[in-house]
């Protein structure tokens, strides 16, 4: 079954009408530069009055560990989603940081923009899965470090996966962005163009695709990407920080329409 996030969830009745709707997840932006912003108290009653079947997904942009960790356990999030510049050294602690008693740990997605793959056939691109933190090496990976997967001239790209182990991160999620904003902008990235790298990431990894989706285009992006999950926001919406019933309901239907002729 698709994991199906919405996301920018300012007020309780969004975040019932999401679960209502069939979404597995809820996401709270915790970025204060974000239009969509809602506080730690905010969230937190939100939070409460919350199915417990619903993961609570939280949205930080170049916090502290310690300030992402202290939100975690303050709300009662299930996930934690970062989105800047954070290192695979931050994701390490902060994994360290989220172990409870019970042996549960929240799960750390790490977002992407779509356009760090936008490389042109015959130039490479240096993303390497070991240093991001999505895998991790063991004594069969012998030094096969993927620093630049090269993008050949068909388009064809190769990774070898033999002997990787998860890393920290979880998921990777693909947005849209821009220089000003690093999610939310209501626009796709090309997904045609994103799609052998998304075959990568599928195989070894959660791919989550988010980025101008919507109820009448979501059915093109699962079908051209296969993500393990999608993330929407600007696209249920019916005026900012308010979701539209209609469009989110249309949204998981359109989803799980997919996965019956799959």
Not at 53 to 72: H, I, L, M, P, S
Not at 161 to 182: K, Q, Y
Request: charged share 25%; glycine share 10%.
């Amino acid at each position: 079954m698709t994991w199906i996030k919405i996301c920018g969830i300012t007020n309780l009745d969004d975040a019932l009408l999401a679960s209502d709707a069939g979404a597995n997840a809820i996401g709270f932006v915790f970025h204060s530069r974000s239009p969509r912003y809602i506080s730690r108290e905010a969230a937190q009653a939100i939070v409460a009055k919350t199915p417990s079947t619903v993961e609570k997904v939280g949205v930080f942009v170049n916090e502290t560990v310690e300030a992402v960790r202290d939100a975690v356990k303050e709300i009662g999030l299930t996930a934690v989603q970062l989105h800047g510049d954070e290192t695979t050294e931050f994701s390490q602690t902060l994994f360290r940081g989220l172990a409870n008693g019970s042996g549960h740990r929240p799960t750390i997605f790490r977002c992407w923009p779509a356009r760090i793959f936008d490389a042109p056939a015959g130039q490479s691109v240096g993303w390497d899965p070991v240093a991001v933190g999505l895998v991790e090496k063991d004594d069969a990976y012998k030094g096969k470090r993927v620093h630049k997967i090269h993008v050949a001239k068909n388009g064809d790209l190769f990774l070898e996966t033999h002997g990787f182990r998860p890393g920290v991160i979880s998921g990777v999620l693909l947005d849209s962005s821009t220089a000003e904003n690093r999610g939310g902008t209501g626009q796709p990235f090309d997904w045609e163009r994103v799609q052998p790298w998304a075959g990568i990431i599928n195989s070894i990894s959660k791919l989550i695709v988010a980025g101008g989706l919507r109820p009448g285009n979501v059915q093109e992006a699962i079908h051209l990407l296969h993500p393990w999950g999608v993330d929407v926001s600007t696209g249920v919406e019916r005026e900012l920080c308010k979701k539209d019933p209609r469009k989110v309901r249309a949204f998981v239907k359109a989803v799980r329409a997919m996965e019956e002729v799959s």
